[in-house]
């Protein structure tokens, strides 16, 4: 059984900052497309970011300016830094491998950690 292992949540005040991390399983992590999706309460799991294993990266339009994602090969490790912080940010955030497959895709998700953004 695959394990992405999250940390790094908790409680900031808004204009903090917080770094989320998620380690996986070698065989995963160089060969997967490693992001992190985001789910606040009565919404929709949301895609936040993602980075490819040559490090090319994507984010979206609504925490571009504010956070970073990157990745440690050597500690099989992804992680993001989240700055700016706001209230909306408040949300479970998840780690998420993918491998896009003909006709599919194969996904790996951690267990999520709380991002809490409140004065």
């Known amino acids: 059984q695959v394990q992405l292992v999250e940390s790094g949540g908790g409680v900031v005040q808004p204009g903090g900052s917080l770094r989320l991390s998620c380690a996986a399983p070698g065989s995963i992590f160089s060969s997967y497309i490693m992001g992190w999706y985001r789910q606040a309460p009565g919404n929709q799991r949301e895609w936040v970011a993602d980075i490819l294993s040559g490090g090319r990266t994507r984010l979206a339009d609504s925490v571009k300016s504010r956070f970073t994602i990157s990745r440690d090969n050597a500690k099989n490790t992804v992680y993001l830094q989240m700055n700016s912080l706001k209230p909306e940010d408040t949300a479970v955030y998840y780690c998420?491998?993918?491998?896009?497959?003909?006709?599919?895709?194969?996904?790996?998700w951690g267990q999520g950690t709380q991002v809490t953004v409140s004065p």
């Open positions: 998420n491998a993918v491998k896009i497959l003909i006709g599919g895709r194969d996904d790996y």
